[in-house]
């Protein structure tokens, strides 16, 4: 894309309202635009982060045979009321709503009830199960307070999946499938290294649940690492007896702060009690389906690959999650050899299926690469009077800011590897 | 995938509650889950139908050079008191609520307001114009009614996309590129030659506006075709004095029930007066930004597809919507070769990236061909005793019924021609 079409352009300053460091260089860097507290769009450029983050997580839902739908945010309390939670102090970030033609209704602050009630309809026998259902949807929370960007907001998108098992045995070995591919998402999206699977309090649902941390001083959550064996206790359950249950010496933690980018839980037979979701076993015998829900929050993600990977000139987008995969610039002082020669290696990109952001204004260079610093997209590919005398085409790896002088004949090559 | 994986079902009925025919046999071959009177949830099969047709929006928005962008669901009120469109008898669809913090919330209609008010940010010059920027997000519409099925619903997605122009001249050549890029949308969606575009009333925006209309008989619009001309005239605005505009003699026209698929309209200066947009000519002079939007709902063209293009025994998805290219199935009657002759030209499929549902269930031909007619992939392949002593895989055109026997060795190149 060429840069003088964008419509967004780089900003000097965040909206004195906003406290939070992934928001500041979001909004400076025009990947967001603040609505208000805890409300947020997503421009161009966010918005090609924030599909490639659901395009991670999309491909590992596939990969451990999720089947993706989508659920509408409009709730009519019939299901919740059967499960206790239409209730104000069952779930207390509800926004509700009138119909004009009567009735209450709420706005989804998560789908278990609603995805148990449609899959009465489809599971009757044990032939029917397991399932993996899950969607990217829209949540509304009506929270309190809203001051860490898109840390934690009002309205987001939500990866929920939901499993529906059989039995434990059958719900355990999906729930490690799970865990396993949730490492490969963090990976991937370039914080694994910083994230822990985490053991956590199971709330209303049961006695433990995983949650996966991000180790990061923005976090609202305190954890203990144990660094070696890779993995956390959250503070809230971070007992003698539960450190003997995981053989961890409490000597060995580090005590951090971190941001919580994905949960699994077991849900026993809680929901599928209440709303009726049952099946026949071979003996014919009627049971209660066991189930699980594990979440991902795409934009929570990109906040937190925010916090965790820029530096004072701004962000440092992983390669999977980058808004383009090279950032080309011209540096051309009006010279028109300069300009043809970028745009001749901007065609080259495009033809080879590299998508490039094509910084052709008519900036000065300082201006071009304090812009480049900040949208932080990790190769840059300067072209110059200087590059083209020496033959070449100047990349940059914007995360160590080493830079080398590839030959334009070899620039393709050099890229894909 | 594998039907035998797939989640949903075919139903014999669809709820007792349902009228329409879109939901009735969307519902019957699970594509969509009703939650409540205008509240649907898109299942696998629905959600792919969904997706391309997004797909096929995106292209030709990026094609004449749309942004892509997600505005949020929650309004504040203050940008459409700007406009006086907060007041309910100005909106009469608004669903409304309270925030914990204190204060009233939207959930958006529509878009107009708040994204005028975010381009104040990025238009300052006429070299910030002209520019287009579209989402596909969803909207909320208290509807008193909801009888339609997906054509008119609560909650649905919409591709709106706003065009921001320098003076009248530059809008109208975008307003036009927009309309042909509409036909060409719709011509891909399989239902190009049942839509007219429809010169229609501008509302309270414009003296006239463009609505894309598909004939049937399932829609609540009235219009006046010129087939010949391939336009045609709303009823709202079907005067002596508009017909003579267009040059139009009455007794040429056709009176048809249509389903608006999408609508194009001027909107002036009217928001951008209204909320500051206002850019800079060439001689520093201030001027207010002139505006369209343009919309087309992808679920309203789902169902309309569905209303459209379906016969007696289900529905005949075109191409370029179809959940899958094929619908392979097996008749193996038991028979282990027939079994894996199937799964080796599902593996063939696959290996091509050739989509296919493949019934793998061990049911009845006739129930298969019965579902196989509901579901309504385009192309069917059957493999049976029979057509593997004939020496191919008998393939058969769900629009046409024509069947042909083409052997294994030709199949790929037969599928992609």
């Known amino acids: 894309m060429r840069q003088s079409t964008l419509f967004t352009k780089t900003r000097k300053s965040a909206p004195k309202d906003e406290v939070s460091k992934n928001a500041e260089l979001l909004i400076r860097g025009g990947f967001i635009h603040k609505e208000m507290a805890g409300v947020y769009s997503y421009l161009p450029l966010g918005l090609r982060v924030l599909n490639n983050i659901i395009h991670v997580i999309r491909e590992e839902m596939n990969a451990i045979g999720g089947q993706e739908v989508a659920l509408p945010a409009l709730q009519s309390s019939k299901v919740w009321e059967a499960t206790d939670r239409w209730r104000d102090d069952a779930i207390d970030v509800w926004f509700k709503t009138e ?24 599971i009757q026998s044990y032939k029917d199960l397991p399932k993996y259902v899950y969607q990217f949807q829209t949540k509304f929370r009506n929270e309190p307070r809203a001051k860490s960007g898109i840390l934690r907001t009002r309205e987001f998108l939500m990866k929920d999946l939901y499993s529906f098992s059989r ?41 433990f649940s995983d949650e996966f941390q991000t180790v990061c001083g923005a976090g609202e959550d305190t954890i203990y690492v144990h ?12 007992t003698d007896e539960v450190l003997a249950d995981l053989s961890i010496p409490r000597g060995e933690l580090q005590e951090e702060k971190a941001i919580e980018v994905g949960n699994i839980f ?117 072209i110059s009077e200087k590059t083209i005398s020496e033959g070449g085409v100047e990349v940059l790896d914007r995360k160590t800011g080493a830079t080398t002088l590839v030959p334009e004949s070899g620039i393709i090559e050099y890229l894909k590897k």
């Open 227 to 238: 660094k070696e064996k890779g993995i956390a206790v959250n503070k809230e359950v971070c």
């Open 266 to 382: 077991p849900l026993g037979t809680r929901f599928s009690d209440a709303l009726g979701l049952v099946y026949k076993d071979e003996t014919g015998e009627g049971k209660s389906v066991v189930m699980g829900s594990y979440g991902i929050g795409p934009g929570r993600v990109m906040g937190t690959i925010v916090e965790v990977l820029s530096n004072g000139d701004g962000i440092i987008w992983p390669k999977e999650v980058a808004p383009f995969a090279a950032h080309l610039i011209s540096i051309s002082g009006g010279n028109a050899d300069v300009v043809s020669e970028a745009d001749r290696l901007y065609d080259l990109l495009t033809a080879h299926g590299i998508s490039a952001l094509y910084d052709d204004r008519e900036l000065r260079a300082g201006e071009k690469f304090a812009d480049s610093d900040l949208i932080g997209i990790p190769i840059r590919l300067v």
């Open 99 to 122: 119909l004009k033609s009567g009735g209450e209704l709420g706005l989804a602050t998560t789908h278990e009830e609603p995805l148990t009630a449609l899959m009465t309809e489809y």
């Open 167 to 207: 039995d434990e045995t059958e719900f355990r070995e999906f729930y490690e499938l799970c865990a396993a591919a949730y490492k490969k998402i963090f990976a991937r999206l370039g914080i694994g290294d910083k994230t822990y699977r985490t053991y956590a309090s199971g709330g209303s649902f049961s006695k």
